[in-house]
């Protein structure tokens, strides 16, 4: 069975740009969850999808961030413009029931 | 709010000795905790999870991690350190309410030969 799969695993963009970063969660999963690592820190809960539904996004940090999941299979998150903070490690995660299961993660670097 | 703090950013070890990775954790109620490891340039992985079923838990690769509740600790231990185990490992609580796992700052284990 396939694991959580992200794409891309890098990206480097200039500050202001946009990225679009993917998750493909485990099939079957309706929990889909989005975190994020910026250097130094801990790794932080953005936001949480049950199917297509946003369940909980109190951790998305301004709106310049937005997550979909249209049909409540993959998910998106795209930043909009993107800041020099935003750099940092995006991870994606998905469940069925309690155990989350993470994927390698994209790399951004905004310069 | 639930937390987990974990005492040491790095512990280095020598090959074949055990491993102890510490964490204690914040909580009103009994958690349920959780171990992860991520292996460099690779993704996190489930190490082993504690859901009040038993005090022990053993997890994958001779890992195991033993809930003391007297303490609020849940260390992380192997008997035996292979050059394989090297990688960082987070633990990580789920509060009672919603699905947000929280955690901590990351061990990284340093296997020397």
């Known amino acids: 069975e396939a694991g959580v799969t992200q794409f891309p695993s890098h990206s480097v963009i200039e500050k202001g740009q946009t990225v679009t970063l993917r998750c493909d969660p485990i099939?079957?999963?309706?929990?889909l969850y989005w975190y994020r690592r910026v250097m130094g820190k801990e790794i932080k809960f953005l936001l949480h999808?049950?199917?297509?539904?946003?369940?909980?996004e109190s951790g998305m940090p301004n709106n310049r961030f937005l997550a979909e999941r249209t049909g409540g299979t993959y998910s998106t998150l795209k930043v909009q413009p993107a800041e020099l903070e935003d750099s940092g490690v995006y991870f994606c995660?998905?469940?069925?029931?309690?155990?989350?299961?993470f994927g390698p993660g994209t790399r951004l670097l905004v310069l | 709010a639930q937390s987990v703090t974990q005492l040491d950013s790095h512990v280095s070890v020598s090959e074949g000795t055990p491993v102890l990775l510490r964490c204690n954790y914040s909580s009103s109620y009994s958690p349920s905790l959780f171990w992860y490891v991520q292996h460099p340039n690779k993704g996190l992985q489930l190490l082993l999870k504690y859901t009040s079923a038993a005090t022990l838990v053993k997890g994958i690769n001779g890992f195991e991690a033993e809930f003391k509740k007297s303490e609020t600790s849940f260390h992380l231990t192997k008997p035996s350190a292979h050059m394989s185990d090297a990688a960082e490992y987070f633990c990580?609580?789920?509060?009672?309410?919603?699905?947000?796992?929280?955690f901590g700052k990351g061990t990284s284990l340093l296997v020397t030969p």
């Open positions: 099939s079957g999963h309706d929990n």
């Open positions: 990580v609580v789920r509060p009672n309410s919603g699905y947000a796992l929280n």
């Open positions: 999808f049950v199917k297509e539904s946003k369940q909980d």
């Open positions: 995660a998905s469940s069925l029931g309690e155990t989350q299961y």
